[in-house]
């Protein structure tokens, strides 16, 4: 997926007009390198109303957490077995709404 880019010079001088422009997200370049992520003001309002960022925020922490990752790379590595989870709940003594 492409997306425009902007330098961060550049998004300096148009802080305004990149935040209140259509394009609803520009990724920030130095020298060449990405720096970054810039939303629009409508494209963050959006994402903050639907929940998505909360749910980007997770995700993200999730890449950092290290017992998450080590269990996708057993997974990726065929070293872990699917569990249901009518015995996941039963196992820790859980319950949902409809259980």
């Given at each position: 997926?492409?997306?425009?880019?902007?330098?961060?010079?550049?998004l300096q001088r148009q802080l305004k007009a990149v935040f209140s422009g259509v394009e609803p997200m520009r990724v920030v370049l130095s020298n060449n390198v990405v720096s970054g992520i810039v939303f629009s003001k409508e494209a963050a309002e959006l994402m903050m109303r639907?929940?998505?960022?909360?749910?980007?925020?997770?995700?993200l922490w999730e890449l950092h957490d290290r017992e998450t990752t080590e269990l996708v790379a057993r997974d990726r590595?065929?070293?872990?077995?699917?569990v249901s989870l009518d015995s996941y709940l039963k196992k820790h003594a859980l319950r949902t709404a409809d259980r």
């Open positions: 997926m492409l997306h425009r880019s902007i330098s961060i010079t550049d639907s929940g998505v960022l909360d749910q980007l925020r997770e995700e590595a065929g070293k872990t077995s699917p």
